[in-house]
Nanobody, 116 residues
């Protein structure tokens, strides 16, 4: 049974930091590219960051470049999203996803709220 379980979300003040984790199981994690997406109320889901199966390649959405860092630990089947200098517009539900060719899996999401 495939599972992607996100954790680490919460309430943080503007300028603060959070680290999201996504624990994967039920598939060969090291064969899959991993990504973080987010969806704010009334908006479409958008790509935040992606990392290749080996970790050699990473890409980021324009709005988070220089503030967020994606990483992965293939030994622990986990992908991370380090978020710094958070802004109110980063408020959203953050989803972890795994992709290999046409196969894609999604987690249930974790809420991140940036507010003073």
């Amino acid at each position: 049974q495939v599972q992607l379980v996100e954790s680490g979300g919460g309430l943080v003040q503007p300028g603060g930091s959070l680290r999201l984790s996504c624990a994967a199981s039920g598939f060969t994690f090291s064969n899959y590219g991993m990504s973080w997406y987010r969806q704010a109320p009334g908006k479409e889901r958008e790509l935040v960051a992606g990392i290749s199966s080996t970790g050699a390649s990473r890409n980021y959405g324009d709005s988070v470049k220089g503030r967020f860092t994606i990483s992965r630990d293939n030994a622990k089947n986990t992908v991370f999203l380090q978020m710094t200098n958070l802004k109110t517009e980063d408020t959203a539900v953050y989803y972890c996803s795994a992709r290999r060719f046409a196969t894609m899996y999604w987690g249930q999401g974790t809420q991140v709220t940036v507010s003073s």
